[in-house]
């Protein structure tokens, strides 16, 4: 579980409940603070939530690309093989 807390012109975001877990200290903009507690405020769930989701979205989105550019790199250097679209689709049933 994870927690949220927020100084003047800057949030903290730490983990808690699990032991050696590390903070981060992230300063925003007032803008994206202040957009940041309207969603809050209208989704009823906390700034923490809100900002500990996108930075898990961030990081698997990089992730992803990261395995993308490796695999595109093996490609490139005939260390892997392709496979047609049309046979990728009828391999997994999807209609085409």
Known sequence: MSGLAW???????KQIEEPETAMIALRL???IEER???LA???GRS?????????LDHL?????????ERRLEEHR???SETIPLYDLMTR???DH
């Open 36 to 38: 940041l507690e309207a």
């Open 7 to 13: 100084t003047a012109g800057h949030m903290r975001v």
């Open 92 to 94: 997994y049933g999807v």
């Open 29 to 31: 903009p007032p803008d």
């Open 77 to 79: 250097r005939g260390e």
């Open 60 to 68: 698997e989105n990089l992730e992803d690309l990261e395995l993308a």
């Open 47 to 55: 700034a923490h939530d809100h900002a500990s989701d996108a930075i």
């Open 41 to 43: 405020r209208r989704t």
